[in-house]
């Protein structure tokens, strides 16, 4: 039984880490940008969207899509506001943009997370599920939104990989990870490749966050704590690689249910902790990644 | 040049001393007690600069290494209450071997997974912390039966005087030829390498002295408060701010580290009316700070124009 309901409850935490992750690691691999503003982000859209489906007349599907708006909208402002004005700053060093990046993306994640904590007070909320009730899964009594936010996971994984590989649109992405000089001289815009993936990142960062606010519940406290399993997703599944970080999430997703389960729930992150530092010393580039 | 300009340094060096050595004669208790606590900060910001500035690697665990001189030294003294300076000796040796033991394996790597290693080492450390919480008091944190002193004066003057002995022996480190090696491979590895010199090898000594200097700010930090707790000592929150006073300040000058952090902790004592907001406001002038002055507020006075 304990197995089954391992199985089942792991599934759907994965796929909800495999979401978030995927966005942060579609952002690097194209534009080398590790946004550590990435937790904030999803706080932004979890907070909103919980605001909004309480306390205004659009209920809980308004406040989901208000919420992704909201989302979106912080992930621009992130881009424009921070990542561009260091990318193109002629003042900072070419080969150290990557700490400012970091830096900067840091300070405006604390900004968001403080901000909100103003706005909305520290205490963690939790979104009316979308669809309420409880359904039976391989025996195991699971809420049916638990089931709809892993089949929503991975609908939208599955039209990212459509639209990645599929489109042209998706194509010229992959091109500037390979090769944004080759790109550049076939005549595309590269700042415009930026934007798309931009908006691309901060749907997915929306819905994660959305999605989790329903599930487990979000407080601004946990920001940091979401862009770190982020990071660390991404950086187990190797820097850049979208299905790395796919198999990454699972992986982290289910030895955090497994602990929980089956030691104590205090330990929960520690075992993928300790993973991480074993597969960066052993195999810096992650399970998938290419250096 | 480069004499006038230290001469300049020095002149300002000994005014800044001066001053900071007469202030208790006005200051009130609660003042005195806030620039205590600054100058550990500035110490901490320091030896994070050397490790960064200097040889190039990001090190976002700075708190790891002072937690683990914090938390040994507070062990120490609650087991077998030896001498206060024992205790902080102690913590500087944990914090040293700590230190080299994650510096070893984690500098074969480069860029952003080193900086991952040194924040999942933070990480483990403070849930290692919560683990055993029968010995270290978990979240709350613990007390210590010894402090070094119940006068906030005498206090201020240990946190000066150690902050100036601190500066001196980093700045003179920074500035000599190991100094500029250690430079040199943090800008352009395989250039210092192909000059014969051995890169990993003073990267490493990098790490060990800010390791060293981290261990004894953090060990006296706990000595003075009289607690260790997670919050105060190793929080990410706390490593951050470290990192931010050093940028704030002017990377790669050590001195303009130490003053950004301590602006840093008084500006946030100020701001303190803000209420919730102080950390707002403290970030978005650091990140105007970044974005505008990349160099920090003193980059352009501190640095040698060696490089122009």
Request: one cysteine or more.
């Amino acid at each position: 039984m304990t197995t089954l309901q391992i199985l089942v409850d792991g599934f759907a935490i994965s796929s909800l880490y495999a979401l978030a992750a995927v966005g942060f690691t579609l952002i690097f691999g194209v534009s080398g940008v590790l946004n550590l503003a990435h937790g904030g982000i999803m706080l932004v859209a979890a907070l909103v969207g919980w605001w909004v489906a309480g306390e205004t007349p659009l209920g809980t599907y308004g406040g989901t899509l208000v919420g992704i708006l909201a989302g979106l909208l912080t992930a621009y402002l992130t881009y424009f506001l921070v990542v561009r004005p260091i990318q193109r700053s002629k003042a900072i060093a070419q080969e150290e943009k990557e700490i400012f990046v970091l830096t900067g993306t840091l300070l405006w994640g604390i900004m968001i997370q403080t901000g909100m904590a103003y706005v909305f007070s520290d205490n963690p909320v939790t979104m009316r599920p979308l669809i309420p009730g409880v359904i039976a899964v391989m025996g195991v009594r699971t809420p049916i939104n638990e089931v709809m936010i892993a089949v929503l996971c991975w609908v939208i994984i599955g039209l990212l990989w459509v639209l990645i590989n599929r489109t042209p649109a998706g194509k010229q992405m992959l091109a500037a990870s390979i090769n944004p000089r080759g790109l550049t001289l076939l005549g595309f815009e590269l700042s415009q490749i930026y934007f798309r993936v931009w908006t691309i990142y901060g749907v997915l960062a929306g819905v994660a966050g959305v999605l989790l606010a329903s599930f487990l519940g979000v407080g601004t406290a946990n920001a940091g704590q979401l862009t770190a399993s982020a990071f660390s997703i991404v950086v187990l599944g190797g820097l850049g690689s979208v299905s790395g970080s796919l198999i990454a999430a699972y992986v982290v997703g289910y030895l955090e249910t497994l602990t929980a389960y089956l030691i104590a729930p205090t330990l929960r992150p520690i075992p993928a902790l300790i993973l991480l530092v074993l597969v960066v010393y052993l195999r810096p580039q992650g399970l998938l990644g290419r250096r | 040049m480069t004499r006038a300009f230290n001469r300049r340094l020095l002149f300002a060096g000994i005014v800044f001393v001066l001053v900071a050595t007469v202030l208790p004669l006005w200051l009130s208790a609660y003042v005195l007690g806030v620039l205590t606590t600054a100058y550990y900060f500035g110490v901490f910001s320091m030896s994070w600069d050397l490790l960064f500035g200097f040889a190039g690697e990001v090190n976002f665990g700075p708190t790891f290494l002072i937690g683990l001189g914090a938390y040994t030294a507070a062990l120490l003294d609650n087991a077998y209450h030896p001498p206060v300076v024992i205790c902080i000796a102690a913590g500087a040796l944990a914090a040293l071997v700590g230190g080299v033991l994650l510096a070893l394996p984690a500098l074969r790597l480069r860029g952003p997974y080193f900086g991952l290693v040194t924040l999942v080492a933070v990480l483990l450390l403070q849930n290692a912390i919560v683990i055993f919480a029968r010995f270290t008091g978990g979240e709350i944190g613990m007390t210590v039966p010894d402090v070094l002193s119940v006068d906030p004066k005498l206090n201020y003057c240990y946190a000066l005087a150690f902050f100036v002995v601190s500066a001196i022996l980093l700045y003179g480190l920074s500035r000599s030829a190991v100094g500029l090696i250690l430079q040199a491979s943090g800008q352009d590895a395989v250039e210092a390498q192909a000059l014969g010199f051995n890169v990993t090898k003073h990267k490493l000594a990098a790490f060990s002295v800010s390791a060293l200097f981290s261990g004894v700010a953090g060990a006296m930090l706990v000595f003075y408060m009289g607690a260790a707790s997670v919050g105060t000592i190793i929080d990410i929150g706390i490593g951050v701010q470290i990192i931010i006073g050093a940028v704030l300040g002017g990377r790669r000058t050590i001195l303009g580290p130490a003053i950004g952090a301590i602006f840093l902790v008084v500006g946030t004592e100020l701001l303190r009316p803000l209420g919730q907001l102080n950390t707002f406001v403290i970030a978005g002038i650091a990140l105007a700070v970044i974005l505008f002055f990349p160099d920090g507020l003193l980059g352009h006075v501190l640095r040698p124009r060696e490089n122009t």
